[in-house]
């Protein structure tokens, strides 16, 4: 007897290939019916054999489109229809709106084969996609996820591309975005033009999947030069793009698997000797970022160009990246020789994603709206407005965390601006109003401004919190933990700057145990782009003689402006100068990654560090490394044991802790692996349960998440 159920299945099931899947396998098991999207993520009611019935139910989850990700399947038994046939049906808009807008999704073999084909109608078409691949998140307006709420809705189907839309066996059926050269966008210029101005070593902005990018000969040192000068980057490493990085950097396999993933992220890897690519791309250090081309344009571009490109965000220093047409030719029109642009627009901006194999370092495009379990559910919705430095926010439905893409620095006008448009984008597309909001219990960060001005219920998380619990509640726990926080900058609850943190914590709160002893920053703010003045302020601690010819003059700032920092970040800026590695910064982190260079693998013993009641005498630290390098030591040796003695000070401290036998590890000095991989093997050594970033950055970028757990429990 014929049976009739109902399934309803919840996730990322939209943009993926799951209706003509669905189709596909209800005709294999002779069942009648439909499939829809809806606003909650699939419908379908199948009318069959209970036997088929089953085998449909088993399939549906385990033979799932491989983007497909199913959170939740509920069936029910409804009557039958004495239906006959299978259909899809077009999309329903009612109900809750809950559906998951899928990530952007690299071209996939399938549309690469079309590419390159002559015979294909769709051969060297830049915007060719499928049910498989394209863009998505770029380009959703609202859901559920059709055409119509897209960016593509003002371009018409042509008569072919309908007909492929419309036909279940079609591997375009039902592909949102599709196009072709007959009906879709077009390039500002001919792709040829672009190659060769290219070739000729000049800068040309390229519109990609979640903004401009600027494009330069990374092999010609005159172009990226002069892409540096003009955009006002001094020293940043910038990305390249390669059809074959192998050439460029050495690659395991967690970094092959990556690089090839779906969301095609930017891998940190380390360069091989003689690589093709101009000093000024990386200069000083010996990582790359490299990435494969993901849109059908950079495709042909890298085909056609043959070599490797540097691919930049396009925007000026730190301003948010430029995305839409006539804004970019706006912005970009001093950096860029010529504009590569095209009539598809970019709804919302996305930067490229920043990956090491052990855990991102900017979880941006190919990742972001892809929803991060939270272990508590909150009962109503919230945001959390995250930070100021690799800002991201942070919406939250239920036990869904969806963490923006990378937004950048929150410190101009510009950025603020950005970050209120990016948040109502993003609130209308997950249709979410939020009923509290949480943020950084920093005065004076712009994206706590914004948070104390809404009128919704607030929380204020302190900002070594936040990176903890993001910690926490990212490996799937809420208990009782440790937590290192090692970090550059965090307001403290007395009103200094915290960042060498141990604190015991759970969701709701907080005991701060142990902390670097703070030192003065000598002038504030500048201290954190001269690093030579806390090394400054460390010898004098010390009781060493300072070097530094300015010194006598900046001193006098100590007197007027000079907060207390306790701040990791801080340590190794001051060591870093002390060895003479970087007496100013360019970009955040800048002394601290070639001073972890410095150490490369060199093996010593650490360097002695005393403990006084709740601190942590870092300025014996310096003062070691102050003596060896009078004495004529090896500067590898030294930034070996100061790598070395901060992980052993810190472990020393969470044995005198105790308790709990769980501890995370966040914050920006955890990008350093030196310092992650000894600091957690000497705890593991001690019998510790260590926990890490794997989802999210161990920097800023995490705090939105960790504000999001905390509001979360607290509302239970
Ligand atoms: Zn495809
Ligand atoms: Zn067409
Ligand atoms: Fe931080």
């Not at 000093?279 to 494969?292: D, F, H, I, K, R």
């Not at 006598?552 to 340590?571: Q, T």
């Amino acid at each position: 007897m014929a049976q009739r159920r109902r399934l309803q299945v919840a996730g990322v099931v939209q943009g993926v290939g799951f209706r003509p899947f669905v189709y596909g396998l209800a005709h294999r098991h002779g069942l009648a019916g439909f499939v829809r999207n809806d606003a909650r993520g699939v419908v379908v009611e199948v009318e069959g054999e209970p036997k088929e019935l089953d085998l449909f139910a088993a399939a549906l989850v385990e033979q799932a489109p491989p983007l497909a990700r199913i959170a939740s399947l509920e069936t029910s038994k409804i009557e039958t229809r004495d239906e006959l046939e299978f259909v899809i049906e077009t999309s329903a808009a009612d109900g809750e709106r809950t559906a998951l807008v899928p990530a952007d999704i690299a071209t996939c073999d399938d549309c690469l084969r079309e590419l390159f084909d002559p015979g294909d109608r769709r051969f060297r078409y830049p915007f060719v996609n499928c049910t498989n691949c394209g863009p998505r998140f770029t380009i959703v307006r609202s859901v559920p996820y059709d055409r119509a709420n897209t960016t593509m809705a003002s371009f018409e189907m042509c008569d072919q591309c309908r007909r492929e839309y419309e036909d279940p066996r079609d591997r375009r059926f039902h592909a949102e975005p599709i196009c072709c050269p007959d009906c879709g966008p077009r390039l500002s210029i001919e792709l040829e033009s672009a190659v060769s101005l290219l070739r000729e070593g000049k800068i040309v902005a390229i519109k990609g999947l979640g903004g401009y990018h600027l494009a330069c000969d990374a092999a010609n040192e005159q172009a990226v030069a002069r892409l540096r000068a003009r955009k006002g980057r001094e020293e940043k490493p910038l990305a390249v793009m390669s059809s074959s990085p192998e050439l460029l950097v050495e690659l395991g396999p967690d970094e092959e698997a990556l690089l090839h993933s779906a969301e095609r992220p930017i891998v940190l890897a380390r360069r091989r000797p003689g690589a093709p690519v101009a000093p000024s791309v990386a200069p000083a250090t010996e990582w790359l970022g490299v990435m494969l081309p993901y849109t059908p344009l950079h495709y042909l571009l890298c085909a056609d160009f043959g070599g490797t490109l540097v691919m930049t965000s396009g925007n000026l220093s730190d301003e948010p990246i430029a995305f839409e047409n006539g804004e970019a030719e706006r912005r970009l029109g001093e950096v860029a020789d010529a504009f590569l642009s095209h009539d598809r627009p970019i709804e919302r901006r996305c930067e490229d994603s920043v990956v090491r194999a052990a855990f991102p370092i900017r979880r941006s495009r190919g990742y972001a709206p892809a929803a991060l379990p939270l272990p508590v559910g909150a009962r109503r919705p919230l945001v959390a407005t995250g930070a100021e430095l690799k800002s991201t926010f942070c919406v939250v439905r239920g036990d869904q965390a969806f963490l923006s893409p990378h937004l950048g620095d929150l410190d101009s006008e510009l950025a603020y601006r950005a970050f209120g448009t990016d948040l109502e984008l993003y609130l209308a597309m997950l249709a979410v109003e939020p009923e509290l909001v949480a943020c950084d219990l920093h005065p004076d960060y712009l994206s706590s401004k914004w948070a104390r001005g809404q009128d919704l219920e607030l929380i204020e998380v302190q900002h070594h919190h936040a990176h903890a619990a993001a910690c926490l509640a990212e490996n799937g726990e809420t208990g009782t933990a440790l937590a290192l926080v090692l970090d550059g900058t965090g307001y403290g609850t007395d009103g200094t700057i915290w960042g060498g943190e141990l604190l015991r914590f759970d969701l709701a709160g907080f005991e701060r145990i142990c902390h670097l002893d703070p030192v003065p920053l000598p002038g504030g703010e500048a201290a954190v782009h001269e690093p030579w003045r806390v090394a400054a302020a460390y010898l004098e601690r010390a009781e060493r003689p300072v070097p530094f010819p300015d010194w006598s003059r900046v001193r006098e700032s100590l007197k007027v402006n000079a907060p207390l920092s306790s701040g990791a970040g801080r340590l190794f800026d001051a060591a870093a100068a002390l060895l003479g590695v970087r007496e100013r910064v360019s970009y955040e982190g800048q002394a601290a990654i070639e001073l972890e260079q410095l150490a490369g693998h060199t093996e010593v013993e650490p360097y002695p560090c005393r403990s006084e009641g709740r601190r942590i005498i870092a300025a014996d630290l310096i003062a070691a490394a102050h003596d060896d390098l009078a004495a004529g030591r090896e500067r590898a040796e030294i930034a070996a044991a100061f790598h070395e003695g901060v992980a052993l000070a810190c472990a020393e401290a969470c044995a005198r802790a105790a308790e709990p036998r769980t501890i995370v590890l966040s914050g920006g000095c955890f990008q350093n692996l030196r310092l992650l991989a000894s600091t957690r093997r000497r705890l593991e050594d001690l019998g510790f349960r260590v926990l890490v970033h794997r989802l999210l950055p161990p920097n800023d970028a995490c705090i939105s998440f960790g504000q999001a757990a905390v509001a979360a429990y607290a509302m239970d």
